[in-house]
């Protein structure tokens, strides 16, 4: 009956059947799975309560497992009924079963009880999985999840969540402990591979991040999460020009990848990195309305209108009236479709980094009111620390340093800059914390400290060796200091990393060229 959908006169046949013998505890915990499925939560619980709720003695192991069988049906009919106090109190009765029936076990059969052990290594992990998610206690949850392993040590699931809350308090080299246990297991695990190669990348590790990603999109093509992730690897290696393979194998995967967002993102940030902002605005304009990649796809777009050519800072190297004729600000239409584009990324609310880029648009008008206006939300931005702001907040330094140079303020601006250049790196400011940098070498390049500006450039380039700005610098103090032999190598390094399509730096290379001849 059920099988053909009719649950009603199911539920029927089980009520008749129950009432002619009520010890068939099958036909209970049939029905009140019937009413869960339904989701018919108060009649199953009534179902399961006549059982329940009777004062008991456990004379058989059958007795055991089939209370322990209720208890875990009336943990997800308190689930379903988003009482969690209730579903964890259901969880925490049948785990105190289950243990008082391994105690019983002993001497029986080592399958048996290797069976009653996993069932007892599941029912800790439901009952921890409540406590972090539901009850917010992550510290008994973890007590949980290693309980489990004391039943089960290949238990996937406990490990892979003691890896997650390790990864959240930062603890890396325990999660990587976790992740190694994990894949000894399962080598095919994607969740632990995607774990320790992003751990890796946290520890600075990236060849070994990167080698983890490679080995796991190999496998599966069209993982964007680690394809975008390699990209980002390859990219700070210097080694953009791997990345095109990948691309053509996700393409290649199936007919409908020529419609996955995620692979229309992952173009985008490649052909942005490459120096094609056009090709990037078109394809991540196909993976604006994703609710998974269309954040971020709206983001770069809205930077890429901003700054189509990828300069990473806005150049003072020749006088300060540089920085105004950089700014895009003659281009209105871009200036306007990058301002529809906040639209969008607004409607989701007001993030930091919503705050932060609504506050270049502003600067971009050139207007003194609009500048000081941005300044003034930049400044608050820093000064009202939320766990949010915090995560952005070298970007608003950034701006306000920005916001200074327009003002004229170099002064102010300079001393910004220093705050980010001592604050400690963090992999989600990276771009950010590239463009300060950057900003500060230029500076004091003006000023003829090359030593202070190439210690701010070695630093870009540990962290990115693609950063065409950072070698384009070094070329430049090389060639002021006639070394052209050495020029020349750092504008070849620049050109190859700018795809060869910037023609400032291809002139540069040419001239140190002939110079060194």
């Known amino acids: 009956l059920i099988t053909t959908h009719e649950y009603a006169k199911a539920i029927d046949y089980y009520e008749t059947a129950m009432k002619s013998d009520p010890s068939k505890t099958i036909l209970i915990h049939d029905l009140a799975s019937l009413y869960t499925r339904l989701k018919k939560f108060d009649q199953a619980d009534k179902v399961l309560s006549e059982v329940l709720d009777k004062s008991k003695t456990y004379p058989d192991i059958n007795s055991i497992t ?20 209730k579903a964890v109190e259901a969880l925490s009765k049948a785990h105190d079963l289950q243990n008082i029936l391994l105690g019983r076990v002993k001497g029986e059969q ?16 439901q009952l921890a999985e409540h406590l972090q998610l539901n009850v ?79 080995q796991l999109l190999e496998r599966r093509p069209n993982h964007y999460d680690a394809l975008n992730r390699l990209i980002l690897l390859l990219r700070r290696a210097g080694r953009l020009s791997e990345v095109p393979r990948f691309l053509t194998m996700a393409e290649n995967l199936s007919t409908r990848a020529s419609i996955e967002p995620g692979l229309h993102y992952c173009k985008g940030i490649y052909y942005r990195y490459t120096n094609n902002p056009r090709e990037a605005l078109a394809a991540l304009y196909q993976a ?52 529809e584009l906040l639209k969008e990324l607004l ?44 995560k952005n907040t070298v970007g608003a330094l950034l ?93 070849e390094a620049a050109w190859r990393m700018e795809n060869e399509s910037n023609p400032v730096v291809g002139y540069k290379l040419a001239f140190n060229y002939l110079k060194q001849k």
């Not at 894949?183 to 774990?195: F, K, Q, V």
């Not at 604006?288 to 990649?293: A, I, L, M, S, T």
């Not at 990473?312 to 700014?327: G, Q, R, T, Y």
């Not at 701010?456 to 006639?482: D, F, P, T, V």
């Open 136 to 214: 917010k206690n992550i510290e008994k949850a973890q007590g949980f999840y290693n309980r489990a392993l004391q039943h089960d040590d290949s238990h996937e699931k406990s490990i892979l969540a003691l890896a997650k809350i390790c990864l959240a308090r930062n603890e890396l080299d325990n999660c990587q402990q976790q992740c190694v246990t994990l894949l000894r297991t399962d080598p095919g695990n994607e969740e632990a591979s995607i774990m320790l190669a992003d751990l890796m990348f946290r520890k600075g590790e990236y060849d070994a991040a990167t080698f983890h990603f490679q």
């Open 288 to 339: 604006r309305h994703d609710g998974e990649w269309g954040r971020k796809a709206i983001i770069n777009m809205i930077e890429i209108y901003l700054n189509p050519d990828n300069e990473a800072i806005f150049s003072m190297s020749e006088d300060e009236e540089l920085v105004e004729k950089n700014l895009p600000v003659n281009n209105a239409q871009a200036l306007n479709s990058a301002r």
């Open 347 to 390: 409607k989701d609310g007001r993030s930091t980094k919503a705050k932060v880029l609504e506050c270049y648009l502003l600067m971009y008008s050139k207007n003194r009111q609009n500048i000081e206006q941005a300044l003034g939300a930049l400044v608050n931005i820093i000064n009202n620390p939320t766990p949010e702001n915090q």
């Open 110 to 125: 080592p399958e048996f009880v290797r069976q009653q052990r996993e069932v007892a290594a599941n029912i800790c992990f």
């Open 66 to 85: 089939n209370d322990v069988k209720f208890y875990l049906l009336r943990s997800k009919v308190a689930e379903g009924n988003s009482n969690h106090a």
């Open 399 to 491: 701006g306000v340093a920005f916001a200074y140079i327009l003002l004229k303020q170099n002064p102010k601006a300079r001393n910004q800059l220093k705050r980010i250049a001592k604050m400690s790196y963090n992999v989600e400011d990276a771009d950010d914390f590239e463009r300060g940098w950057l900003l500060l070498a230029d500076m004091y390049i003006q000023g003829g400290k090359y030593d202070l500006s190439q210690e701010l450039l070695k630093r870009c380039l540990n962290y990115n060796r693609s950063c065409s700005k950072a070698w384009e610098l070094m070329g430049y103090i090389m060639e002021k200091e006639q070394s052209h032999k050495e020029a020349a190598e750092n504008y």
